[in-house]
């Protein structure tokens, strides 16, 4: 029995197909254009190697914050349910998932099975998230994967405020003016998207083990800077970035089983 | 089908709040608008004036940016926003009541800045808890009647004042019986009508209201007979906070599965309760209602602490969690938050925290929020068609 999750982000586009709960496709692709389309051509890539097509599929759910255009979806879970159930399938032991995705960021407190105890999220201002991070890089010249890497290679990393995404980037801008070393104003972004994170996780009562996962948990130098602020060791998923759309799929299946939604 | 009619009476009445004042004003009679919340609107219709809620308006804001900075919250900058935009030119006056820094330093500014021909404050206690707050509401609330004499032209008779009284308490406790139909049988009206018949009581003629209200209150009862025994699945829900603004926040809680059965807002509870004493002086039985209503972040009650209200509020209304729904920047309310999320969060009960504003809704991560967190209680929400 085939069944699919997806998570339809600011800027990719998940989907991850299951057979008999386990994983045989996944697929991320940018967002871009109309959802209801990009949706069916992701989906439609996503199972063309296992020779099916989407009515073959016995059930899907959608998260993201596209999940409502998903014209085939079956069910709607919001990526906060999706996360901490993607977590726990892996990480039964994660109490605490860190998500940082493009467009917002967020703290999740889970059970054991990954169902949602509490949460938070970030402002409507993109400082603390993957566009955060972006618009940096782009300031900077640097590609956004380089990013985390370069920042470990800091000594002195600069003082960077992060009330707004657009005063942090004329900041940014003057400080490559006056001449300041890259590696430096790269580590100071950083340590200033890790604190406000990490302020935004104090409004939860954190507990241990906490896993990190979105597009922001391929940062290397974002997940030592909240290690260093947390004071433990990161989880992080091997794919961080398919954790919503697996929790979407093991959703759909439970769904397909005639179980209820968690 | 009846129920719809008269809700349509009421819809009709907010989406064009003022056509009531303005015909009123047209035939000779002053109009006193007030700010949220707390005005003694008895004592304006008793001085034969009619008495209209200013609470903002979804436009945008322009003007009264030139006056007040972004950090003040919505609910101000959108009411001044109105005068300044020629929205409330058929005032004949205003009283402000001084709830907050906020509503202190805009009442200061609308002489200044605005047209309004008669501005009058409503300086409330602070320190309720104290005997004198009682004296000196009463004290506040007679110098607000000579002044309203003075405008109005006409004398408020303790006789007037006492018949004013009976309608604004008849009416809440209309308002109340709606509610508590509302709260034994949530499908009945949706959380948006709920509050819209209590935010049409702000701008209405309230004996038209009443009128509507009752006849709306016996489609009610009568169709909860009928349906009585009918399951409820939505995930029941406390509302605490200042406005339900923007009104589409409702329609997002009901969609993701949750329904409002309970609120300490200034246009829900707040509001409609407690009723004034009939057979008291009425100036004093005024200044008790005042002490004796609900808490909330810009004022305390004299014998019930916020953080019980709060717990006896969701538990009474048999609620899964409660919402705290904030203005942007109302700093009352942020100084209230840590304390009572603490004492929900010590007490068990799920809660979330969304930031609003009046005008310029942006709901798609309020949606997020809210869907989340109606899952994490358990609910079902409704199935959306694309
Ligand atoms: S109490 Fe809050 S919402 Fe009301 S006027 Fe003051 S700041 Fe604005």
């Known amino acids: 029995m085939y069944v699919a999750g997806m998570d339809i982000g600011s800027i990719f586009s998940k989907a991850i197909i299951l057979k008999d709960g386990q994983v045989v496709a996944s697929l991320i692709k940018r967002t871009g254009g109309e959802i209801k389309a990009i949706s069916h051509r992701l989906m439609e890539e996503a199972l063309a190697p296992q020779g099916l097509q989407i009515d073959d599929l016995k059930s899907v759910v959608a998260t993201g914050y596209g999940r409502i255009s998903v014209p085939f979806a079956d069910k709607q879970v919001t990526e906060i349910s999706c996360f901490g159930r993607g977590v726990a399938n892996s990480f039964p032991e994660v109490r605490t998932v860190i998500d940082i995705g493009g467009q917002d960021s967020k703290g999740i407190k889970i059970d054991e099975r990954g169902k949602v105890q509490d949460f938070v999220m970030n402002d409507k201002c993109a400082a603390g998230t993957g566009r955060f991070l972006e618009v940096m890089a782009n300031a900077l010249e640097v590609s956004l994967e380089d990013m985390g890497p370069l920042a470990l290679q800091s000594g002195s990393p600069e003082e960077i405020g992060i009330t707004c995404t657009v005063f942090a980037e004329s900041q940014v801008i003057s400080l490559v003016g006056e001449g300041r070393r890259k590696v430096d104003i790269v580590a100071g972004i950083h340590q200033a998207i890790a604190e406000r994170i990490h302020g935004m996780l104090r409004m939860l009562r954190i507990e241990e083990r906490i896993a990190i996962t979105g597009g922001g948990a391929k940062n290397i130098g974002l997940v030592k800077e909240l290690e260093k602020r947390l004071g433990t060791e990161l989880i992080v998923p091997e794919e961080p970035q398919l954790i919503g759309a697996h929790g979407a799929a093991l959703l759909a299946l439970e769904m397909a089983l005639g179980r209820k939604g968690s | ?215 709306l209150i016996r489609a009610l009862e009568h169709k909860a007979a009928e349906s009585a025994g009918t399951p409820d699945s939505k995930a029941r829900l406390v509302i605490s906070g200042g406005v339900w603004e923007p009104p589409e926040i409702m329609d997002l809680i009901e969609e993701a599965g949750g329904v409002v059965v309970g609120d300490d807002l200034l246009t829900g509870m707040r509001y409609l309760t407690p009723d004034v004493d009939e057979e008291r002086n009425p100036l004093e039985a005024l200044a008790d209602r005042q002490l004796n209503k609900i808490p909330f972040g810009g004022f305390d009650n004299q014998n019930y602490e916020r953080r019980r209200f709060l717990l006896d509020l969701v538990r009474n209304s048999e609620a899964r969690g409660l919402i705290f729904l904030h203005l942007k920047f109302c700093e009352p309310e942020n100084y209230d938050y840590n304390d009572m999320r603490e004492a929900l969060n010590s007490a068990g009960i799920p809660n979330l925290r969304l930031e609003t504003e009046v005008a310029n809704p942006s709901l798609g991560q309020i949606r997020t929020r809210l869907e989340a967190f109606i899952e994490m209680i358990g609910g079902n929400p409704i199935e959306r068609t694309l």
Not at chain 2, 99 to 123: H, I, M, N, Q
């Open chain 2, 1 to 215: 089908m009846v129920i719809k009619e008269l809700m349509n009476r009421f819809f009709t009445v907010v989406a064009d709040p003022y056509s009531e004042a303005k015909r009123r004003k047209e035939q000779g009679q002053k109009v006193i608008g007030w700010l949220p919340t707390d005005v003694p609107e008895e004592l304006i219709h008793a001085a034969g004036a009619f008495p209209v809620g200013i609470l903002g308006s979804s436009n945008n804001i322009r003007l009264a940016d030139t006056h007040l900075q972004v950090w003040v919250c919505s609910l101000m900058r959108s009411s001044l926003e109105m005068e300044l935009c020629g929205d409330l030119d058929f005032l004949d006056g205003i009283i402000i009541p001084q709830t907050c820094d906020t509503t202190r330093a805009l009442s200061g500014l609308w002489r200044k800045v605005c047209r309004t021909p008669y501005v009058e404050d409503f300086l409330l206690p602070k320190q309720v808890k104290r005997p004198s707050a009682r004296e000196y509401l009463t004290g506040e609330l007679a110098r607000i009647k000579t002044s309203l004499e003075q405008v109005t032209g006409k004398k408020i008779s303790d006789e007037t004042l006492d018949t004013s009284i009976r309608l604004f308490n008849e009416n809440r406790q209309l308002l109340r019986r709606m509610f508590e139909i509302h709260t034994h049988q949530p499908g009945l009206l949706t959380s948006r009508e709920v509050y819209t018949v209590i935010k049409a009581a702000m701008y209405m003629d309230k004996a038209e209201h009443n009128g509507i209200l009752r006849d």
